[in-house]
């Protein structure tokens, strides 16, 4: 969802979920949509693949 955010937020729109990421400024905005996205990434890499 952060990185819909990400994507949206170069548009000037916000998912009502993650508005108050921007609350902060456009810096720490971005700061943590990045962080959000890379945290997401090591999840599904870490947890999300069933051994077979």
């Known amino acids: ?3 819909i955010s990400a994507l949206l937020s170069i548009f000037d729109y ?8 921007d609350s902060w400024g ?3 905005g971005w700061v943590l949509r990045v962080v959000l996205i890379l945290a997401g990434g090591a999840m599904f890499f870490l947890f999300g ?4």
């Open 49 to 52: 693949r069933a051994e077979e």
């Open 14 to 21: 916000n998912i009502r979920l993650l508005a108050w990421i």
């Open 26 to 28: 456009s810096t720490i």
């Open 1 to 3: 969802m952060s990185l």
